[in-house]
């Protein structure tokens, strides 16, 4: 009795109300009648059996394991009794003697191509199978191939099985290793080459460490070699501007004197021609005193021009060691253009070795003289 019987029995009127059902009469009118327990009843078994019809039926043999109705309790004897009364062990051996494993030859030539690949299938499952089974060397009582169906017994299946696992261990072995050494290459590989951009880096860097040292020597081989050799040029330079200054030194000095004894022997000679112009105009009849003074009158206006003389040629001098100095100043420059810039002390700035040096005062000193013999031989070039 369900749920619903229960309501519709009940002795509350309302709740008999809700739970009526309308029944078809013959007709096929719908009207509101009370489902009984019998009517009730016969749905429910025509239900079950429109579901029974709709299914495929299996019966499972069902052993009672002792008489107590205790769990976990096992009657052997008893449940060995009742093997044999049912027929269950007459049932086993019919089916061992027959050919208990059936599969359809499409599946049974998939399921164990496996063992004997490059059978030939010949167009169809069925003759596949005919070409199958003799190769998988199986005793002829063991085993039957139908028209849609291959028949086996229990020991040539254990062993086809068993062959089977084996064959099918030893693919999954190979593809394993297979797919491994697949991982193991990418990630040898990957390695290689991180360890190559690695190695190149390093090289590069002890290549270009090498290299920079080489090149720090040979640069400074270079200036050591340069500076003998310019100091060599510049020490010869300076010999023979220190000859050429004695030699024109002493041509010098010898014109001085050369031109001071001319000086002096034209004073004599004017002192004595004015003694001779004095007496002779004594003798004339004119005044001592008034030659006199007209002598000295003509000696002021000469030391006036003689002074000028000199004060022009003193302007001359100093235009011209102005003119040297300026052409000195401008070959610095072009010096200090060529070398790379001055420094903020106006020394002229090198490098040796990565680091930035002033001249000191000795190797400027020595600079302005090698400036100086530059100008000297610049001078000395003949113009075109």
């Known amino acids: 009795m369900d749920l619903n019987e229960c309501m519709r029995t009940s002795s509350i009127d309302l709740l ?25 009843f016969k749905n429910q078994l025509i239900a079950l059996t429109d579901t029974l019809s709709a299914t495929q039926g299996h019966y499972v043999r069902c052993i009672k394991p002792n008489s107590l109705l205790a769990p976990s309790t096992f009657d052997s004897d008893m449940v060995l009794a009742q093997l044999r009364y049912a027929g269950m062990l007459e049932t086993i051996k019919i089916r061992r003697n027959g050919y208990p494993i059936r599969y359809p030859v499409e599946e049974f030539w998939k399921r164990y191509l496996c063992l004997c690949p490059g059978t030939p299938k010949d167009g169809d499952y069925r003759k596949g199978c005919l070409n199958l089974c003799p190769r998988l060397k199986m005793e002829d009582d063991y085993w039957q191939v139908g028209l849609s169906k291959v028949f086996l017994k229990d020991y040539s299946f254990n062993a086809l099985e068993d062959r089977r696992n084996i064959t099918l261990s030893k693919f999954a072995i190979i593809v394993q290793a297979w797919w491994r050494m697949i991982v193991v290459r990418d990630y040898y590989r990957e390695v290689k080459s991180c360890t190559i951009v690695c190695q190149k880096t390093w090289r590069c860097y002890i290549a270009r460490k090498r290299y920079l040292r080489k090149k720090e020597a040979a640069i400074t081989l270079q200036t050591q070699i340069r500076m003998f050799i310019t100091r060599k040029k510049f020490l010869i330079a300076l010999e023979k501007k220190r000859e050429e200054e004695r030699k024109k030194r002493e041509e010098e000095e010898r014109k001085r004197r050369e031109e001071e004894e001319r000086r002096r022997r034209e004073e004599e000679e004017k002192k004595r021609k004015e003694e001779e112009e004095i007496k002779e105009r004594i003798r004339k009849g004119e005044s001592e005193a008034q030659v006199r003074a007209e002598i000295d009158y003509r000696h002021e206006v000469e030391e006036a021009k003689r002074q000028e003389e000199v004060q022009k040629h003193e302007e001359e001098k100093k235009k011209e060691e102005e003119k040297k100095k300026l052409e000195v100043l401008n070959i610095r420059e072009l010096i200090a253009q060529k070398k790379g810039k001055l420094g903020a002390s106006g020394y002229v700035k090198g490098t040796a070795r990565g680091r930035t040096k002033t001249i000191s005062k000795g190797k400027k000193k020595l600079r302005l003289e090698k400036e100086e013999e530059a100008v000297y031989e610049y001078k000395r070039k003949p113009r075109v």
């Open 16 to 40: 008999k109300e809700f739970f009526k059902e309308e029944v078809e009469d013959e007709a096929g009118a719908s009207k509101k009648t009370t489902l009984t327990v019998g009517r009730n």
